[in-house]
């Protein structure tokens, strides 16, 4: 499980802070990359801009994606993904605020693996973190590539 890496893409420096402090407290010893915006989750993904070079054959586990990102939305990222062969089969996690049934469905048509929606309380989105990251780590058996 440890060699798993887990892409958190989250604009808010606060749900950041929390989700990685919940996974350290669970004992999560997996590699977290974290990215600000859906440009930035992009350019991670495929080795483009400040990430050219990066093995991108080394895909995470799992993407936590929040919709409400800048430059891109994070629709519009999960859209990109499922687009491309490399990325097509990635689980992705739409772990947002919002509560839009048109956000969820949208989510679900575009090829999420999850919607998620983040709770207020700060002892249940720690207890959602853990969760989510204990099945897409230990749990989910994703395809071979």
Same mark, same amino acid.
């Given at each position: 499980?440890?060699?798993?890496?887990?892409? %958190?893409? @989250?604009?808010? /420096?606060?749900?950041?802070?929390?989700? =990685?402090?919940? &996974?350290?407290?669970?004992?999560?010893?997996?590699?977290?990359?974290?990215?600000?915006?859906?440009?930035?989750?992009?350019?991670?993904?495929?080795?483009?801009?400040?990430?050219?070079?990066? $093995?991108?054959? $080394?895909?995470?586990?799992?993407?936590?994606?929040? %919709?409400?990102?800048? #430059? =891109? +939305?994070?629709?519009?990222? =999960?859209? #990109?993904? *499922?687009?491309? /062969?490399?990325? !097509?089969? &990635?689980?992705?996690?739409? &772990?947002?605020? +919002?509560?839009? @049934?048109?956000?969820?469905?949208? +989510?679900?048509?575009? !090829?999420?693996? +999850?919607?998620?929606?983040? /709770?207020?309380?700060?002892?249940?989105?720690? $207890?959602?973190?853990? *969760? &989510?990251? %204990?099945?897409?780590?230990?749990?989910?058996? /994703?395809?071979?590539?």
């Amino acid at each position: 499980m440890k060699d798993k890496i887990i892409l %958190i893409v @989250e604009d808010n /420096p606060q749900d950041e802070m929390l989700m =990685l402090r919940a &996974l350290r407290k669970a004992n999560v010893a997996n590699q977290i990359d974290v990215v600000r915006d859906g440009q930035q989750a992009l350019d991670y993904l495929f080795g483009e801009g400040e990430f050219a070079g990066r $093995e991108v054959t $080394e895909l995470p586990a799992v993407v936590a994606l929040d %919709i409400g990102l800048p #430059r =891109l +939305s994070g629709l519009e990222v =999960l859209e #990109r993904l *499922r687009a491309d /062969p490399r990325t !097509g089969l &990635l689980p992705v996690v739409m &772990l947002t605020s +919002s509560d839009e @049934e048109r956000d969820r469905l949208k +989510s679900y048509e575009n !090829g999420a693996n +999850s919607f998620v929606r983040k /709770p207020v309380a700060f002892a249940e989105f720690a $207890e959602t973190v853990v *969760r &989510l990251g %204990i099945y897409w780590l230990a749990t989910n058996d /994703p395809p071979h590539r």
